[in-house]
């Protein structure tokens, strides 16, 4: 890290006494979500390539929201910059994209490796009149679950989602504080008959904010308030980890880090996409209208597609790629203490009776259930977050809430009963 405040602190200088920035790079991305070691090897990368040098200058942020203001409100130059699929599309309406060069001279164009499902799903992503494709390139992506500890939670109720509901569950259960993720997870899993029998589509429920699918989703939330212990941005699966709660609604690279802590801990802890359906997420690289430096943002797209990038990234952060191909294929499936699973729509034909990680390559059955993200009915979906999360106050919530105000009643009592019997002593009024 010191690299890149040395960096920032460089390039602050250099704009000091010039416009141009050629020779700068700058890189906004997710914390913790890169191996970073792979920015100086791009710098060398790029330099062997084009000839040209670049420095980069790498920041991180924590709220999709948060990297959306800078650059629709402030115009911030970031080159390059790693959104998600529904922030990509609310970008791609409010023209902050600009579209990225495939073309790189001698250069191979390892965008191309990225896997033919992420290419799909990036397709459905509503462009408002543009291909999506042509303007982002997958980077991670994963699904949304439950992590969940099998000494309180059984393999059986983990498989659906009615598990967070269960009796003797008061407190235990961790929810993610992601509306847009949450609804579209138990909107999928709402409607699961009428997509069996043929009256809707995973696709339409993707984009369905209606008055009467809101009101189903935030009824099922309040059904089991009493169960809910928390909503947590990030700590929820440290938490699971000290057997703190049972279940946590969650995502899958928090539940395969959560894992292996777990493991190091002596706590067993497991990861399920409910039957009944759940939600896929993906993340991509984008170069926003007000880039600088957009030759250079290109190569660094073009270098994070890379196999043995993507195996890295992947090893650091512990999300899954976009990457597909035979490299990464066998990279991931060359431990056998997994079961085969047909994961061909990622990999391809070759994959289907392929030995990798379930939580990190679910099979495809468990795939085909899982709707996309959409930026739609936003207003809507917070006004029922901000009532679900404000009259999730459980039974147990109000015990504790009565027996600390009572305490507090009873230290002021106590207090002014003291003072009375001072000001008696003293003879003061």
């Known amino acids: 890290m010191k690299k890149i405040f040395l960096a920032a602190l460089v390039a602050l200088t250099f704009w000091g006494c010039s416009q141009d920035r050629s020779s700068i790079l700058k890189v906004y991305n997710w914390a913790d979500y890169i191996d970073e070691e792979l920015l100086d090897e791009f710098e060398q990368w790029y330099h062997e390539q084009t000839g040209e040098t670049v420095e980069i200058i790498y920041q991180t942020f924590d709220i999709n929201e948060t990297m959306l203001s800078k650059i629709e409100l402030g115009h911030e130059d970031y080159d390059v910059v790693c959104p998600s699929d529904y922030i990509i599309e609310r970008m791609l309406r409010n023209d902050l994209l600009l579209p990225i060069d495939k073309d790189f001279g001698q250069t191979p164009n390892y965008l191309d490796n990225v896997s033919p499902y992420i290419s799909e799903k990036f397709s459905e992503i509503e462009g408002h009149g543009k291909d999506a494709r042509d303007y982002s390139v997958g980077y991670m992506w994963g699904t949304v679950g439950l992590i969940y500890n099998p ?48 009256r809707t589509t995973l696709s339409q429920v993707s984009f369905d904010t209606s008055e009467q699918s809101v009101a189903l989703v935030e009824d099922y939330l309040n059904s089991f308030k009493e169960n809910i212990g928390g909503w947590e941005a990030d700590f929820g699966k440290e938490q699971m ?20 802590e777990a493991t190091e801990m002596g706590v067993e802890l497991e990861y399920s996409i409910p039957q009944e359906g759940s939600a896929v997420w993906f993340d991509g690289w984008v170069i926003p209208k007000y880039a600088r430096n957009v030759k250079a943002a290109s190569y660094f797209i073009n270098f994070m597609c890379m196999p043995e990038n993507a195996l890295r990234n992947m090893d650091m952060t512990g999300y899954v790629s976009a990457v597909g191909g035979s490299q990464v294929l066998e990279a991931m499936s060359d431990d056998q203490e997994y079961e085969p699973v047909d994961v061909s729509y990622f990999f391809g034909e070759e994959a289907s009776q392929a030995c990798v990680n379930p939580i990190m390559y679910p099979d495809g059955a468990t795939i085909s259930r899982c709707a996309m993200m959409h930026d739609v009915g936003t207003e809507e979906l917070l006004k029922m977050w901000s009532r679900v999360k404000g009259s999730n106050a459980s039974a147990f919530t109000y015990v504790i809430i009565v027996l600390v105000l009572g305490g507090l009643v009873a230290a002021v009592i106590l207090k002014y009963t003291r003072k009375s019997h001072r000001r008696k002593k003293h003879g003061r009024r």
């Open 151 to 198: 000494k309180y939670v059984s393999d059986e109720q983990a498989q659906s989602w009615e598990v967070l509901r269960a009796e003797g569950f008061e407190g235990k259960v961790l929810m993610k504080d992601a509306f847009r993720d949450i609804y579209t997870s138990l909107l999928a899993a709402l409607k699961r008959e009428d997509i069996e029998a043929g």
């Open 241 to 260: 980890t000290k057997e703190l709660a049972w279940l946590n609604f969650s995502w899958s690279g928090d539940a395969q880090w959560a894992i292996e």
